[in-house]
Protein backbone atom coordinates (compact mmCIF):
# COMPACT_ATOMS: atom_id res chain seq x y z
CA UNK A 1 0.00 0.00 0.00
CA UNK A 2 1.53 3.20 -0.98
CA UNK A 3 0.99 5.94 1.39
CA UNK A 4 2.39 8.76 -1.03
CA UNK A 5 2.58 8.29 -4.60
CA UNK A 6 3.31 10.75 -7.29
CA UNK A 7 3.50 10.55 -11.02
CA UNK A 8 5.09 10.99 -13.10
CA UNK A 9 8.45 8.98 -11.53
CA UNK A 10 10.20 10.70 -14.08
CA UNK A 11 9.62 13.67 -16.56
CA UNK A 12 11.81 14.60 -19.30
CA UNK A 13 10.53 17.69 -21.84
CA UNK A 14 12.19 20.85 -23.51
CA UNK A 15 12.18 24.43 -22.57
CA UNK A 16 9.06 26.19 -22.17
CA UNK A 17 6.35 23.74 -22.43
CA UNK A 18 3.88 23.12 -19.77
CA UNK A 19 3.74 20.08 -17.32
CA UNK A 20 2.03 18.82 -14.21
CA UNK A 21 2.44 16.23 -11.81
CA UNK A 22 0.21 14.47 -9.65
CA UNK A 23 -0.14 13.87 -5.95
CA UNK A 24 -1.87 11.44 -4.12
CA UNK A 25 -1.99 10.28 -0.48
CA UNK A 26 -3.85 7.26 1.08
CA UNK A 27 -2.92 8.30 5.01
CA UNK A 28 -5.92 10.50 5.93
CA UNK A 29 -3.73 13.45 6.41
CA UNK A 30 -4.62 16.84 6.35
CA UNK A 31 -1.88 19.08 5.15
CA UNK A 32 0.14 18.29 1.65
CA UNK A 33 3.04 19.98 0.60
CA UNK A 34 5.55 20.45 -2.68
CA UNK A 35 9.00 20.44 -1.62
CA UNK A 36 11.98 20.97 -4.33
CA UNK A 37 15.63 19.45 -3.99
CA UNK A 38 17.92 20.74 -6.14
CA UNK A 39 21.00 19.17 -7.23
CA UNK A 40 23.14 20.14 -4.57
CA UNK A 41 20.40 18.43 -2.66
CA UNK A 42 19.06 21.02 -0.55
CA UNK A 43 14.98 20.54 0.36
CA UNK A 44 13.23 23.85 -0.33
CA UNK A 45 9.74 23.96 0.48
CA UNK A 46 6.97 25.49 -2.06
CA UNK A 47 3.85 25.06 -1.28
CA UNK A 48 1.73 23.67 1.59
CA UNK A 49 -1.97 23.39 1.96
CA UNK A 50 -3.78 21.78 4.81
CA UNK A 51 -7.60 21.10 4.17
CA UNK A 52 -7.28 22.63 0.33
CA UNK A 53 -6.71 25.75 1.63
CA UNK A 54 -3.20 27.32 0.61
CA UNK A 55 -1.36 27.52 4.07
CA UNK A 56 2.52 28.14 2.53
CA UNK A 57 3.57 29.51 -0.82
CA UNK A 58 7.09 30.56 -0.48
CA UNK A 59 8.82 32.55 -2.79
CA UNK A 60 8.25 30.51 -6.02
CA UNK A 61 7.99 31.71 -9.69
CA UNK A 62 3.96 32.11 -10.61
CA UNK A 63 4.95 29.49 -13.54
CA UNK A 64 4.18 27.20 -10.40
CA UNK A 65 0.41 26.90 -9.58
CA UNK A 66 -0.76 24.50 -7.67
CA UNK A 67 -4.40 22.38 -6.96
CA UNK A 68 -5.97 20.84 -4.36
CA UNK A 69 -9.39 18.84 -5.85
CA UNK A 70 -9.54 17.56 -2.47
CA UNK A 71 -7.37 16.47 0.93
CA UNK A 72 -5.65 13.45 -0.58
CA UNK A 73 -4.82 15.18 -3.89
CA UNK A 74 -2.13 18.04 -4.52
CA UNK A 75 -0.74 18.44 -7.79
CA UNK A 76 1.78 20.81 -9.14
CA UNK A 77 1.57 22.38 -12.28
CA UNK A 78 4.42 24.38 -14.16
CA UNK A 79 4.20 26.75 -16.88
CA UNK A 80 7.07 27.55 -19.37
CA UNK A 81 9.48 25.35 -18.11
CA UNK A 82 13.25 26.71 -17.95
CA UNK A 83 16.31 24.77 -17.30
CA UNK A 84 16.70 26.27 -13.98
CA UNK A 85 13.54 24.11 -13.35
CA UNK A 86 15.62 20.36 -13.48
CA UNK A 87 15.05 19.34 -10.34
CA UNK A 88 13.66 16.34 -7.94
CA UNK A 89 9.93 17.27 -6.69
CA UNK A 90 8.50 16.24 -3.78
CA UNK A 91 4.98 15.98 -2.60
CA UNK A 92 4.38 15.04 1.34
CA UNK A 93 2.06 14.99 3.67
CA UNK A 94 1.51 15.25 7.58
CA UNK A 95 -1.50 14.60 10.05
CA UNK A 96 -2.15 18.55 10.23
CA UNK A 97 0.63 21.75 10.65
CA UNK A 98 1.27 20.66 14.33
CA UNK A 99 4.22 20.68 15.83
CA UNK A 100 5.04 16.50 16.05
CA UNK A 101 3.91 15.96 12.84
CA UNK A 102 6.03 14.14 10.94
CA UNK A 103 5.80 14.29 7.00
CA UNK A 104 5.64 11.36 4.81
CA UNK A 105 6.84 11.96 1.50
CA UNK A 106 6.24 10.28 -1.99
CA UNK A 107 8.73 8.88 -4.19
CA UNK A 108 9.93 12.37 -6.07
CA UNK A 109 9.35 13.40 -9.83
CA UNK A 110 12.81 13.99 -11.37
CA UNK A 111 12.32 16.47 -14.15
CA UNK A 112 14.78 17.14 -16.50
CA UNK A 113 14.20 20.30 -19.02
CA UNK A 114 16.05 20.52 -21.84
CA UNK B 1 23.15 33.34 8.02
CA UNK B 2 21.44 30.14 6.95
CA UNK B 3 17.81 29.11 8.92
CA UNK B 4 19.11 25.27 9.56
CA UNK B 5 23.04 24.54 9.10
CA UNK B 6 24.62 20.98 8.59
CA UNK B 7 27.72 20.05 7.83
CA UNK B 8 27.48 18.23 4.39
CA UNK B 9 30.69 16.24 4.74
CA UNK B 10 30.65 13.37 3.80
CA UNK B 11 31.96 11.98 6.87
CA UNK B 12 33.46 8.69 5.92
CA UNK B 13 33.88 5.99 8.85
CA UNK B 14 34.86 2.13 9.38
CA UNK B 15 31.87 -0.08 10.44
CA UNK B 16 31.61 -0.28 14.17
CA UNK B 17 32.54 3.59 14.35
CA UNK B 18 30.59 6.00 16.43
CA UNK B 19 29.72 9.15 14.73
CA UNK B 20 28.08 12.16 15.92
CA UNK B 21 26.86 14.99 13.28
CA UNK B 22 25.26 18.48 14.98
CA UNK B 23 22.96 20.97 13.26
CA UNK B 24 22.55 24.43 14.57
CA UNK B 25 19.75 26.60 14.07
CA UNK B 26 19.02 30.32 13.44
CA UNK B 27 15.98 30.76 15.21
CA UNK B 28 15.43 30.80 19.15
CA UNK B 29 11.53 30.31 18.86
CA UNK B 30 12.02 26.82 16.83
CA UNK B 31 9.60 25.14 18.86
CA UNK B 32 10.53 20.96 17.64
CA UNK B 33 13.43 19.31 15.59
CA UNK B 34 13.78 15.90 13.89
CA UNK B 35 16.35 13.92 11.87
CA UNK B 36 14.94 12.24 8.41
CA UNK B 37 17.05 10.05 6.69
CA UNK B 38 17.58 10.29 2.96
CA UNK B 39 19.03 7.19 0.86
CA UNK B 40 20.62 8.03 -2.89
CA UNK B 41 17.61 8.68 -5.18
CA UNK B 42 15.17 8.01 -2.71
CA UNK B 43 13.02 10.29 -0.71
CA UNK B 44 13.17 11.21 2.91
CA UNK B 45 12.17 9.11 5.80
CA UNK B 46 11.95 10.17 9.34
CA UNK B 47 14.29 8.82 11.60
CA UNK B 48 13.46 9.98 14.79
CA UNK B 49 12.16 13.11 16.53
CA UNK B 50 14.51 15.27 18.88
CA UNK B 51 12.85 15.64 22.29
CA UNK B 52 13.38 18.31 25.16
CA UNK B 53 15.30 15.60 27.10
CA UNK B 54 16.85 13.70 24.52
CA UNK B 55 15.55 10.68 22.84
CA UNK B 56 16.97 7.08 22.52
CA UNK B 57 16.57 4.62 19.65
CA UNK B 58 18.88 1.66 19.58
CA UNK B 59 22.09 2.52 18.15
CA UNK B 60 20.61 6.16 17.63
CA UNK B 61 20.98 9.22 20.11
CA UNK B 62 19.32 12.31 19.18
CA UNK B 63 19.79 15.65 21.89
CA UNK B 64 18.62 19.23 21.87
CA UNK B 65 20.69 21.84 23.03
CA UNK B 66 18.28 25.13 22.99
CA UNK B 67 21.14 26.89 24.85
CA UNK B 68 23.27 26.80 22.16
CA UNK B 69 20.89 26.23 19.55
CA UNK B 70 21.78 22.83 18.15
CA UNK B 71 20.60 19.74 17.95
CA UNK B 72 23.06 16.21 17.72
CA UNK B 73 22.60 12.67 15.90
CA UNK B 74 25.06 10.07 17.63
CA UNK B 75 25.21 6.68 15.62
CA UNK B 76 27.08 3.89 17.59
CA UNK B 77 28.28 0.44 16.47
CA UNK B 78 27.70 2.05 12.56
CA UNK B 79 26.36 -0.14 10.27
CA UNK B 80 27.15 -0.40 6.29
CA UNK B 81 23.40 0.29 5.87
CA UNK B 82 23.54 3.50 7.96
CA UNK B 83 25.39 5.11 4.65
CA UNK B 84 22.95 7.69 3.78
CA UNK B 85 22.13 11.45 4.22
CA UNK B 86 21.20 12.67 7.61
CA UNK B 87 18.78 15.55 7.15
CA UNK B 88 17.63 17.87 10.41
CA UNK B 89 14.55 19.75 10.24
CA UNK B 90 13.06 22.47 12.53
CA UNK B 91 9.80 24.02 13.18
CA UNK B 92 8.82 27.39 14.01
CA UNK B 93 5.45 29.11 14.05
CA UNK B 94 2.60 29.58 16.06
CA UNK B 95 -1.19 29.55 16.63
CA UNK B 96 -1.29 25.75 15.91
CA UNK B 97 0.64 26.30 12.40
CA UNK B 98 4.42 24.71 11.84
CA UNK B 99 6.52 25.22 8.62
CA UNK B 100 9.08 22.42 8.63
CA UNK B 101 12.60 24.31 7.54
CA UNK B 102 15.07 21.26 6.27
CA UNK B 103 19.16 21.24 6.33
CA UNK B 104 21.27 20.19 3.29
CA UNK B 105 21.88 16.98 5.33
CA UNK B 106 25.27 15.32 6.32
CA UNK B 107 26.41 12.08 4.05
CA UNK B 108 27.30 9.50 6.08
CA UNK B 109 29.39 6.57 4.03
CA UNK B 110 30.14 3.75 6.02
CA UNK B 111 32.74 1.13 4.65
CA UNK B 112 34.05 -2.13 5.73
Known amino acids: DTAVSQTPKYLVTQMGNDKSIKCEQNLGHDTMYWYKQDSKKFLKIMFSYNNKELIINETVPNRFSPKSPDKAHLNLHINSLELGDSAVYFCASSQGLGLSYEQYFGPGTRLTVT | RKEVEQDPGPFNVPEGATVAFNCTYSNSASQSFFWYRQDCRKEPKLLMS???SGNEDGRFTAQLNRASQYISLLIRDSKLSDSATYLC?????????????FGRGTSLIVHP
Open chain 2, 89 to 101: VVKVGGGGSYIPT
Open chain 2, 50 to 52: VYS
